[in-house]
Each structure stands twice: as structure tokens, then as C-alpha cells.
């Protein structure tokens, strides 16, 4: 399976070939469980311009990339763009990387800012429910419910509506600071780095998110049982 097509002339790299369905399957089962130790070595063998250890850095992020950059498009060959453009970055640029911050916060960063630059030339953002929606629940299950519905499916579904529905009224930087927090499990200072802002507007985006949502859901009109216990502080 083809990875990328700039690996062939690493001096003069060429637009990245789009990545099948197959080829992101495979990603998930071919990528290894590494750790930032693994992935700084791998760094160190890029900069060497070793394909195969390129290649390995690829699977390791496609699919934490691909989820990262499905919630906010529908659009397949759009997000493979911006993640063959994101780790083109990666094979250009690894001798800047100085192990201040793990890989991964890195390679988080890079792909955030090819993202609004991409999306936002294309206008290819997608609202919070298309946001909700592609992790099933996922998204409802980090953040504090209201009242627990893991057994109850039908409630648990209109939770996650209900929800959908306050996200949509989210800044985009507020939206993404809480995925990055809740999602992908990243500090308050790794947020920072990846979003190229303060602690301090990270702990403001987050804080202004809760209330927005605290405020706002109850005018949505709670799901059933959850009436009168909102709380997601």
C-alpha cells in the first residue's frame, strides 16, 4: 500500500497520495502501541530521511488524526489532505522538533493549524451535531451527564441529541479545547501548545464552554430524568 508519494524525493517532496478506506483500516490494526520514547526515536531516524521509520510514524497518528480531523468534516479526501499535509510537515521539519513537548503534542499542533488553514479556505467546518455524531456518544460519555443512561440506550441517544444541540453553539476554539481535554486526554499546557495560546485562554475557553453548555441546554429542553439535575461542572 502506498503511504506517501513524497517519500520518493525527501529534497523535493510531491503532494501526498489520498489514503484508501482500506489503507486507514490497515493503519489501525499495522500501528503499534508506542510510546513518546518510540516516537522521539523515530523523530531521530526522519531527520535521517528513513522512510521506514516514517512510514511506522504514519500509522502510529493516522487514525488519532483522522478521528481528530472527522469532526469537523464529512469530507474523506479532505481530511486525508490535511493529514498527508500535516506529516509532510513532519518528514520537512523534524529537525526542528527539540523534545520541549511529546511528539504527539507536536503532531497535534501541526495538524490544528493545517486544519483552519485548510477548512478555512475551503469552508468545510462541520456543526457540533455532525461533531456528535461521529463519536457515537464518545464525546458524552468523558464529559459529566446528568444523570447516567450506559443501560438505558434509547435515553442515552436522546441525551447525546440534546447535547448535539448545545455544541452547535460553540465557538469553534471553545468546541475543539474541550475535545482536545476530553477526547484525547490532553493537559491544560499541552492544549496550550498545540492551540499556540496561554494556559490562561485555554482555562478561559474551557470555563466560558461549561457555562455556555450549563446555561444554554436547559432552554433545549432537558431529556427525560434529567430534568432538574443538569450539572457539568
Known amino acids: ?4 508519494s513524497f517519500l520518493r524525493t525527501p529534497k523535493a ?22 510510546t513518546d520514547r518510540d516516537h522521539q526515536n ?37 481530511i486525508e489532505e490535511v493529514v498527508n499535509d500535516t506529516m509532510m510537515v513532519v518528514w520537512q521539519k523534524a529537525h526542528e522538533f ?6 504527539s503534542t507536536w503532531i497535534m499542533g501541526i495538524a490544528y493549524h493545517t486544519m483552519l488553514k485548510s477548512f478555512r479556505r475551503t469552508e468545510e467546518f462541520v456543526d457540533g451535531e455532525s461533531f456528535w455524531q461521529s463519536e457515537q456518544g ?3 460519555a468523558q464529559l459529566k451527564h446528568p444523570y447516567d443512561a450506559s443501560h438505558h440506550p434509547a435515553q442515552e441517544h436522546e441525551t447525546q441529541e440534546w447535547l448535539a444541540q448545545g455544541l452547535r453553539l460553540l465557538a469553534e ?4 479545547t474541550l475535545e ?7 493537559s491544560l499546557e499541552e492544549i496550550a501548545e498545540i ?12 470555563f466560558h464552554a461549561r457555562v455556555k453548555l450549563r446555561n444554554v441546554l436547559p432552554a433545549l429542553g432537558l431529556p427525560n430524568k434529567a430534568a432538574g439535575k443538569e450539572n457539568l461542572s
Open 1 to 4: 500500500m502506498a503511504i506517501l
Open 13 to 34: 517532496p510531491q503532494p501526498a497520495q489520498e489514503v484508501s478506506q482500506e489503507g486507514r483500516a490497515a493503519s489501525r490494526m499495522l500501528a503499534p502501541e508506542l
Open 42 to 78: 523515530l523523530i531521530l531516524e526522519i531527520r535521517l530521511a528513513n522512510r521506514q521509520a516514517f512510514n511506522q510514524l504514519y500509522f502510529a497518528f493516522h487514525s488519532k488524526l483522522t478521528r481528530f480531523l472527522g469532526r469537523h468534516t464529512k469530507q474523506g479526501h479532505v
Open 98 to 103: 527539540r523534545g520541549e513537548s511529546k511528539v
Open 138 to 140: 464518545q464525546y458524552s
Open 173 to 176: 476554539d471553545q468546541r475543539v
Open 180 to 186: 482536545l481535554a476530553y477526547i484525547f486526554g490532553h
Open 195 to 206: 492551540m499556540a495560546c496561554p494556559v490562561s485562554t485555554v482555562k478561559a475557553r474551557m
